[in-house]
Nanobody, 125 residues
Framework: QVHLVESGGGLVQAGGTLRPSCAASGRTGSTYTMGWFRHAPGKEREFVSATNWIGGITYYEDSVKGRFTVSRDNAKKTMYLQMTSLKPEDTAVYYC??????????????????WGQGTQVTVSS
């Protein structure tokens, strides 16, 4: 069993910066990919970013490219999402997820085995 806990969300003005994190605990040794998704009211959960845990390859949804940076600290078993130049449309609950299956399509929710509880990110105009 793997537990994922997000933190670091909050309320920020448009153009501001937040850096939520996702700490993993439990049986995390076989992690292949960790990703970030977000869920805004009235919309389906959508892919934001992901990283291959060992190789460090990163992936981004088009709307956040150049603004968000995903990273990970292997020793701390923690993934981060550096979000800069935030826009009101970035407002959502941000969830982290972990996949232990390998060979996945990182943008698919179905690819992930474990999910965190989410952290609220609100960007004001």
């Amino acid at each position: 069993q793997v537990h994922l806990v997000e933190s670091g969300g909050g309320l920020v003005q448009a153009g501001g910066t937040l850096r939520p994190s996702c700490a993993a605990s439990g049986r995390t040794g076989s992690t292949y990919t960790m990703g970030w998704f977000r869920h805004a009211p009235g919309k389906e959960r959508e892919f934001v970013s992901a990283t291959n845990w060992i190789g460090g390859i990163t992936y981004y949804e088009d709307s956040v490219k150049g603004r968000f940076t995903v990273s990970r600290d292997n020793a701390k078993k923690t993934m981060y999402l550096q979000m800069t130049s935030l826009k009101p449309e970035d407002t959502a609950v941000y969830y982290c997820a972990a996949s232990y299956r390998g060979g996945i399509y990182v943008a698919s929710e179905r690819a992930y085995d474990y999910w965190g509880q989410g952290t609220q990110v609100t960007v004001s105009s």
